[in-house]
T-cell receptor, first 114, second 115 residues
Framework: RKEVEQDPGPFNVPEGATVAFNCTYS??????FFWYRQDCRKEPKLLMS???SGNEDGRFTAQLNRASQYISLLIRDSKLSDSATYLC???????????????FGSGTQLTVLP | SAVISQKPSRDICQRGTSLTIQCQVD?????MFWYRQQPGQSLTLIAT?????????ESGFVIDKFPISRPNLTFSTLTVSNMSPEDSSIYLC????????????FGPGTRLTVT
């Protein structure tokens, strides 16, 4: 089993749609969680961190379920500019000294269609 | 966040040669890392660049192949040695510890093609 698993995608949705991505992690001791987006031929950029029961930033909502070891990302009112690959990232230890264990999911590709 | 630059942004190299990639951050950071992203794949951590001491390598990566330097808190280099076509990849520098944040930021990457 992979340490971090994501929906395989790709997701093709019309502009204005709501889309949700799921991510599961295998290490129950994991402490911090992130969603990154990566545009084609660009570096990953932090979209949002996910803390405790989740958080919201504009059209984006991230949720964490520790009991099920599950993270989700919800995008409302999709824009063309949301087209990218979304990476689920898990760090088993909140301390910066353990960043070697930072694990990336394989990513979910989203295309928002006009 | 930090502003991270990498040089070169891309290169095409011949088999058997070596390439050194530079990573510069505009502020002091706690930790610096080097990742590899092969075509169509997600990111794989190569090593943690430790200031003033030897880098800490992940399983499958060795110092002879990927020597790393980190002379100070804002700069690091990664060398890809004795390159083969399998080393063709994007190499990304990453930092943690800008201010009080534990969030991780990435440089723009170096796209390496080995012929």
């Amino acid at each position: 089993r992979k340490e971090v698993e994501q929906d395989p995608g790709p997701f093709n949705v019309p502009e204005g749609a709501t889309v949700a991505f799921n991510c599961t992690y295998s290490n129950s001791a994991s402490q911090s969680f992130f969603w990154y987006r990566q545009d084609c031929r660009k570096e990953p950029k932090l979209l949002m961190s996910v803390y405790s029961s989740g958080n919201e930033d504009g059209r984006f909502t991230a949720q964490l379920n520790r009991a099920s070891q599950y993270i989700s990302l919800l995008i409302r009112d999709s824009k063309l500019s949301d087209s990218a690959t979304y990476l689920c990232v898990v760090n088993p230890n909140y301390s910066s000294g353990s960043a070697r264990q930072l694990t990336f999911g394989s990513g979910t590709q989203l295309t928002v269609l006009p | 966040s930090a502003v991270i630059s990498q040089k070169p942004s891309r290169d095409i190299c011949q088999r058997g040669t070596s390439l050194t990639i530079q990573c510069q951050v505009d502020s002091q950071v706690t930790m610096m890392f080097w990742y590899r992203q092969q075509p169509g794949q997600s990111l794989t951590l190569i090593a943690t660049a430790n200031q003033g001491s030897e880098a800490t390598y992940e399983s499958g990566f060795v110092i002879d192949k990927f020597p790393i330097s980190r002379p100070n808190l804002t700069f690091s280099t990664l060398t890809v040695s004795n390159m083969s076509p399998e080393d063709s990849s994007i190499y990304l520098c990453s930092v943690v510890g800008v201010g009080d944040s534990y969030e991780q930021y990435f440089g723009p990457g170096t796209r390496l093609t080995v012929t």
